[in-house]
């Protein structure tokens, strides 16, 4: 069962070429005969959204926090946006499905029961989410409560988490486990949370910390639950590969495991150490790994029960990954596996080796944070424009007598393109448009001259693209030209603040528009934020056939006829209708790793919850909002009123000059001191 070996997959590449075919069919469908089916096929959003984003019949996005269940809410987004416009709440916004949260909640602790009861395991599960993931109060205390009836408690990796987590009502019996380097400090702390009636569980990371353990327990006159981190050999492949083996960070080697329980022994209190635990990394993509992982430590976990340790807790960690990439092919961003079958394993393995060692089955406990969180928020942009490098084709490239040799050599080369000579005409455009840099440089070439050889050498890009479209055997890389020249759509937000992963560590998010989906997005584009940072953007999107440096958006313009819609740099302008694009499976990691890059702050928020009896099905508990620009820089040390001060002095000044009118300065100062007060994204009104 657990164990079995997984069936081996179709050849990839014969998979691979399928999925490229039927994603050309997808992409060739006629407009006319567009539908939402299509939208959800190319956006992947049942794969990523599993069970609980999917599109209307109307073609907008929308939420089912109850998945699939009859009658169950279904909450579209554009009517919570509306919502929040009336509220005067501007995006880019943050919405958390709080009943998402609870759904995972009880996912989680459902699954693990209903293994364990199949499975005739005697032990219990004591699930812990781990505040590190998302410490938003809202999510934590969301959790707590929706955890209750499980015992469902919290981990924390460091004193100020602690702090925080001890300030949550978590249920009696329910875990706190503490991991993190501790100093004597956190560890007080720790004892604290004794005396408070909660069952801490100190996981000793590194082996000094065990005698300081040893000295404050005795200090502060309390028995302390005793963890203990082995540093695992079976490792993952995933990014945090590192998390286990010899180099890792954090847990004890198997010597310093035996040392440790011979200095418990010594103090005579073996009995306190009770949990055992490892924690192989986090976005596990082939479950391989846990079984490796599980097995490993449960043998030693049965080594050190026989060597008298009375340990009751057998702890897997988290880990535990989401299939952000949509599809099952356990690449970095995908998972091979759910959640049942993860439960499945650690049940079973864990329960096969303490049979066959006769060792008595522990209580199970997990700490998977991405798989609770990472649902339950998305983000809301608008797209302000869009910059398309090979739209501008209003410029008169006409040939004017006396022109110089290398803008009539660009213009031979786009006329004589044809299908037969691409590869050497590109070859071709790509050193006369360098020629043409150079000659302007020694001031041969005047800038409409130049002006004229780039339009020229774009419109030659263009037209391979077009050539190549339908052939089988490309002459030049048309997927790679395709990226490089795409349009970008400007969106409002920041990467380095909403997430920050996608620009760290190349984590995908799914992305898509939120309206218009019965209509066929026919422009591929990647995304720009709007820091002044040229890492501030988003190429990496999901697709059919993996990873591509675009996606699909539909256009700006409403009116697919109405040219006049662009101004001259070929940047669309934004029409009536705002366009928005969700990023989803936020809320976990992204939510609190955000900075402020640019001095962007935190996003408006929103708390969404379903409601039977509401029209529209659901109700917002909460409006939050973002950071305003002084709150943003008061955390730089500015005072805002003593920058409003300054700038008021200076145009008094100005007024003394007769430079400008008395009632203008007043405007002009409380402009000033409104736009401290504002938030730190583009306004629209
Ligand atoms: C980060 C962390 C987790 C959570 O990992 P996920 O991959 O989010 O499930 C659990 N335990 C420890 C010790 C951690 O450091």
Redesign the pocket.
Known sequence: MANQVTASEPSKDRKNSQLELKEKQLHEKSPDKWGVSDSKKLFLIQKWGDGFFDINEKGSVCVKPLKNAPKGPCIVLQDILDEVKAAGISLPLVIRFHDILRARVVEINKTFHNQISEANYRGEYFGVY?V??NQMREVVEEIVDAGAPFRYGL?A?SKPELLAVLSMPITTGALTVL?GYKDAEYLKLAMLGIRMGRPMVVVVEKFSELPLLLKIADEMKVEPIIGMRAKLQSRGSGKWAASTGDRAKFGLTITEIVQAIDLLKSHQKLHWLKLFHF?IG??IPDIKTFKEAITEGARIFCKMTKMGVPLEYFDV????GINYEGGHNNTELSVNYGLKDYAMDVVYIVKQICDLEDVNHPHLVS?????ITAYHSCIITDVFGSVAYLENQSFSTEKKTGEHIIVTNMRDLFHDLQAHNIRQTYNDALSVKEESISAFKLGVLDLEERAKVETMFLQTIKKIIEIEKDTEEKSVDTEALTAAYSQQYLCNFSVFQSTPDTWGIGQILPIMPINRLCEKPTIKASMADITCDSDGKIDNFISFSGIKKTTWFHSLNNSPSNPNNKDTQGQALQSENPYYVGIFLTG?YQDIMGDNHNLFGRLNEVHVYCDDDDPNDFYVEEFIRGHSAQQVLSTLQYSPEAMAKNVKSIIDAQVRRGKIRPREGVELCDFYEQSLAGYTYLKHD
């Open positions: 781990p590190k993931v981990e990796g991991n924690h986090s976005q960690g988290g880990g535990v700490e998977s944070g991405r798989a976990a």
